[in-house]
């Protein structure tokens, strides 16, 4: 995402007001994610991250909801938040190391069931607006019949009952987990919302090419869940997750024709015929 001098001048403005204690902002530099751009700039010593609000954003995900979910979060977890303005969200600049594999499966376990023993977000998330929207927004020649056939049958469905609901990440991956000497805290909140826990497993392994069992098994004896029925809620949610990548992955080439997500979507529709 681009910003232009009329965005940069909002930003200037909003910093000025929301922290007085600054005369203006050192240099803006460009932090570059899979949903878009953000702007990283310092202040003395303190360093800080803005993101703007798009301008067509995708169902249920908004810079409010951002903001209002790092306010619930425990300190521990999140970035804090420090104000959402003009179209503008600013939050602390999380200083750390991101590394390129996952923490230990002890840690990763810990920091999830951490999050979802949180106070609920007020919103529920929805997969199936989502999946409409990628339909829509993708390549018209890579719309095909059974991906269509697809989608008709998951609304038929509906999606699976929770089995506990919780504030979930819905991102998580190593490039979004910040290692610092307190602890691991998570990053880049836009898709965080009230939902089942099994989901969140399910997102997570399927994210990150891991085996679902062992994380199923230590995050069922940490919150008392019985490791059976995790295990097949996880299952179930499995289908959608993939759904859901391979959308996401379709609607990604359309935006950067970058053909690294065709081979990604690609793989995502392997594992679903696999299921069937």
Excluded at 68 to 81: D, K, T, W
Excluded at 205 to 234: G, T, W
Aim: aromatic content about 8%; proline content about 6%; some cysteine.
């Amino acid at each position: 995402m681009r910003y232009n001098k009329r965005n940069r001048s909002t930003l200037q403005s909003v910093i000025e007001k929301h922290l007085p204690a600054a005369q203006a902002a050192g240099c803006f530099s460009h932090l570059q994610g899979l949903s878009g751009g953000s702007l990283h700039f310092k202040i003395g010593a303190q360093e800080y991250v803005a993101r703007h609000q798009l301008e067509s954003p995708m169902p249920g995900v908004s810079l409010h909801r951002q903001y209002h979910a790092l306010q619930r979060v425990a300190p521990g977890i999140g970035p804090r938040p420090i104000c959402l303005a003009e179209g503008w969200l600013i939050v602390e600049w999380l200083g750390g190391e991101v590394k390129s594999q996952l923490p230990s499966l002890q840690t990763l376990t810990s920091l999830l069931y951490d999050l979802h023993r949180q106070r609920g977000f007020g919103w529920r998330i929805s997969l199936l607006p989502l999946l409409d929207y990628y339909w829509q927004h993708a390549a018209p020649e890579r719309r095909t019949v059974s991906w269509l056939r697809r989608l008709k049958k998951m609304k038929r469905q509906g999606e699976p009952a929770p089995l506990r609901l919780a504030p979930l990440h819905m991102d998580v991956h190593a490039g979004n987990l910040v290692h610092q000497p307190s602890g691991i805290k998570l990053i880049d909140w836009e898709y965080a919302g009230d939902g089942d826990v099994a989901l969140e497993l399910a997102a997570t392994a399927l994210a990150n090419h891991i085996d679902s069992e062992p994380l199923v098994d230590a995050y069922a004896q940490l919150s008392h869940l019985s490791p059976h029925k995790l295990s097949r809620q996880v299952a179930r949610w499995q289908p959608w997750v993939m759904m859901l990548m391979a959308s996401w992955y379709e609607c990604r080439w359309v935006q950067t024709q970058d053909r690294t997500f065709i081979a990604l979507a690609e793989e995502a529709w392997s594992l679903l015929r696999e299921q069937n």
